[in-house]
């Protein structure tokens, strides 16, 4: 693996933890409510982070790299704590205004390795990366838009 190559592996590697945890997360939330709606939400969002972990193992394989599957800390094991206190006391605007943190700190996240990092990837990683972070805001808009309605709703 060249210099470049271990660049572009720790850039993917960052944006595979981010999705695994998140994956992780949404498919453990899936499966501690019983909320029709916000059951196909969580299997909606751990399905675009399962897709996106495979593309980007993909391109770390290519690089001659190995898929890092260590867990993310910090904002986002916080945002898990809050996601999973909110399940558990059936707080459904607490669980959507965490979903709706998480949701934007892993959207930022991409944000952050397209503006800061895209020297150290290749355009096709570049490309891929940017086609995720649609993929992902669109995911944020799906929590933001459940949230709002039930925030008026009430």
């Not at 939400?41 to 982070?49: N, V």
């Not at 800390?73 to 998480?102: P, R, V």
């Not at 972070?133 to 669109?138: R, T, V």
Request: glycine share 4%; hydrophobic share 35%.
């Amino acid at each position: 693996m060249h210099f470049s190559d271990k660049q572009s592996h720790a850039v993917l590697n960052q944006l595979l933890r981010i999705n695994n945890e998140r994956g992780s997360g949404y498919g453990r939330a899936c499966l501690q409510t019983d909320v029709s709606i916000l059951q196909v939400l969580f299997e909606r969002l751990r399905e675009t982070s399962e897709i996106c972990s495979e593309e980007l193992c993909y391109e770390i394989y290519k690089l001659g790299g190995t898929p890092s599957p260590g867990k993310q800390k910090g904002q986002f094991e916080i945002a898990w704590k809050e996601i999973s206190n909110a399940l558990i006391t059936n707080d459904h605007k607490a669980l959507l205004e965490s979903c709706y943190l998480e949701e934007f700190m892993t959207y930022k996240s991409y944000e952050y390795a397209l503006r800061y990092f895209e020297n150290h990837i290749t355009s096709q990683q570049a490309s891929l990366v940017a086609r995720q972070y649609q993929l992902l805001k669109e995911d944020h808009s799906k929590v933001k838009n459940l949230r709002d309605v039930l925030l008026n709703a009430a």
